[in-house]
């Protein structure tokens, strides 16, 4: 990798405050995770600036995608603990849903918020900050027995799991050159499905222990993963005493704060594209998670599948989702030249054909069944990670965590969907009429992302006022 000139992250490090609400609170949480300093360069020969360069991006690259795995540890367990927790303490559909509304809401909204922040914080304590607070909530939960307690600590985490994602767009864009952001960004992005799918699948034999176990067990390997990350995980390169990367640095180094306000309003809140992007996001989150979520319910109230088979029909899911969205980043880099929203078409369209062939397909087998399954998130996985790719590209570096916090925001409303909404309908309609929503959920998904093909690849070298 060619690499500029020694510099700085100081156009990130530079003290900022939110457009909206919260400036004064934005700034407070940002001077608690203040960022590590720039170190002296103290290595001039490129061949050993090079060899560094790599060593470091694999660490950065290896460790967020292990921690925030973990961050799934403590998120999706619900999932597969829910029917349990329906027949232990008589909860219905919409009760059990009104959980995952809330906790996404919440989750949205931190995820904004801490976008702000992140694009100033420290990456490894935030990070840190947020897989240990889960854990915690996690155990709280666990001895929890009303519905009241389980909607307050789960609303909590929410918040706490908001602190994941923001420290990871700040590390991948600082350490990753836009020209290769897509192809290492979705490789990143097999976090998702890495921790979604062995978490479904070790909580698909806890849960016949006990639901409880769902929640300590996962739990305490977040926790130990929280001290690995300390460890282990830097922040910028300037930090541990590199030069940036090429392509990353612009005019807005050394930025004011009245000069960092303007260029994430123009980068982020006045580009129709990052727009376009967010509510893209939430069609796709919608089928996302009304797919993950109620998977374990679905696959053994309609297909009358057993529970621990069930877990490993979701992880195939999740398995193939990593095969579709690295192989949706190497072709948005080799093939449309970094225009994500296009591939992403293509991928929602087929995303939307494989679900509807999941509900109408006579005569399906198990494995059949897992077949549909795992096209299903083949195809949703694509967008999940260029929409993310897609929004920092266009925001740059100097604002990606809060263009993805705004993404988040879309992307984690649609549990009022696939969450509350969707439990709702079942509860009064039954499945067919679930599965119905959903399809039109996926075809407004294509005309959004149809919207977008005009747009550009990124916003680097252009100018922020």
């Known amino acids: 990798m060619l690499l500029i000139s020694r510099g700085t992250a100081t156009a990130l490090d530079a003290p900022g405050a939110c457009f909206y609400a919260g400036p004064i609170i934005a700034n407070r949480i940002a001077g608690l995770f203040k960022p590590d300093p720039p170190r002296p360069v103290t290595v001039t020969d490129p061949v050993e600036i090079r060899a560094l360069f790599r060593r470091w991006q694999k660490r950065v690259l290896l460790s967020t995608i292990v921690g925030y795995a973990l961050f799934y540890f403590v998120r999706k367990n619900l999932s597969v603990a829910m029917p349990a927790m329906s027949r232990a303490l008589n909860l219905n559909k919409e009760q059990l849903g009104l959980f995952l509304t809330l906790h996404g809401l919440l989750y949205g909204v931190s995820k904004f918020a801490n976008g702000f922040v992140g694009d100033r914080a420290n990456a490894r304590l935030l990070m840190v900050t947020g897989l240990a607070g889960s854990a915690a909530l996690n155990v709280f939960f666990g001895f929890s027995s009303t519905v009241v307690a389980f909607g307050v600590i789960w609303m909590l985490n929410g918040w706490f799991q908001g602190m994941g994602f923001p420290p990871c767009a700040r590390l991948t ?22 921790g979604a799918g062995l978490i479904v699948i ?7 222990l006990g639901w409880r176990y769902c929640f300590f067990v996962p739990a305490a390997i977040a926790l130990f993963g929280a001290w690995q990350l300390w460890r282990f995980l830097p922040d910028t390169p300037p930090s541990v005493g590199l030069p940036e990367v090429e392509g990353t640095s612009s005019a807005s180094a050394g930025l004011t704060v009245a000069q960092f306000r303007a260029l994430v309003l123009k980068r982020v809140f006045q580009n129709p594209y990052v727009w376009l992007a967010s509510i893209a996001n939430f069609f796709v989150y919608t089928i996302r998670y009304a797919v993950f979520d109620w998977g374990p319910t679905l696959l053994t109230e309609t297909k009358h599948y057993q529970i621990t088979h069930s877990g490993w029909m979701l992880a195939g899911f999740e398995g193939a989702g990593i095969i ?8 948005t880099d080799r093939f449309f030249s970094g225009r994500a929203m296009r591939v992403g078409l293509v991928y929602m369209t087929l995303a939307g054909v494989s679900l509807f062939l999941f509900w109408k397909w006579p005569g399906q087998t198990e494995w059949g069944s897992t077949l549909l399954l795992c096209s299903t998130g083949f195809f949703i996985y694509g967008p999940q990670c260029l929409l993310a790719i897609s929004a920092a590209n266009l925001a740059t570096k100097q604002a990606a965590a809060t263009a993805i916090g705004l993404t988040s925001i ?4 649609s549990t009022l969907l696939s969450g509350w909404g969707l439990g ?12 119905a929503g959903l399809m039109i959920i996926a075809g407004m998904g294509v005309l959004v992302f149809a919207a977008a093909w005009p747009g550009n690849a990124h916003s680097y070298g252009e100018p922020h006022c």
């Not at 836009?178 to 290492?184: S, Y």
């Not at 709702?424 to 599965?435: C, P, Q, T, Y």
């Open 410 to 413: 879309f992307g984690y409303a």
């Open 424 to 435: 709702r309908l079942v509860d009064h309609s039954g499945w067919d009429a679930g599965f």
């Open 202 to 208: 070790l909580c698909g034999y806890l849960v016949t």
């Open 324 to 331: 579709g969205a690295l192989l949706g980043g190497w072709m």
């Open 173 to 194: 864009t600082h350490w990753f050159s836009p020209k290769e952001l897509a192809t290492k960004f979705s490789i990143w992005n097999m976090s998702h499905s890495i």
